[in-house]
């Protein structure tokens, strides 16, 4: 299964970009609600979420300091 975001304009289903949908395809529309917010508000939105997770998130384990000094990539660590 793939997805496609697209809009919905003049009685048309209009994808965004230009998707290969192979002909004879079969599809299942999901219509989405409208958004009230633009794109800022949704991030700052988001990041206010964000804050308040972190706010209520315990502390990091006294492991974490040890770890990070020792400078490993914690990043390239965790790519498998």
Same mark, same amino acid.
């Given at each position: 299964?793939? !997805?496609?975001? !697209? ?6 289903? %209009? ?5 290969? #949908? ?8 999901? %219509? ?19 804050? !308040?997770?972190?706010?209520? !998130? ?9 770890? #990070?000094?020792?400078? %490993? ?5 965790? %790519?498998?």
């Amino acid at each position: 299964m793939q !997805a496609y975001k !697209a809009h919905y304009e003049k009685g048309l289903i %209009v994808p965004l970009g230009n998707p290969v #949908i192979p002909e004879g395809s079969e599809l299942i529309v999901t %219509v989405l609600e409208p958004s009230t917010e633009n794109r800022a508000e949704r991030q700052r939105n988001a990041f206010r979420r964000f804050m !308040a997770a972190m706010e209520s !998130a315990p502390p990091l384990p006294d492991e974490f300091d040890e770890i #990070i000094s020792r400078r %490993v990539n914690i990043q390239r660590e965790a %790519v498998l």
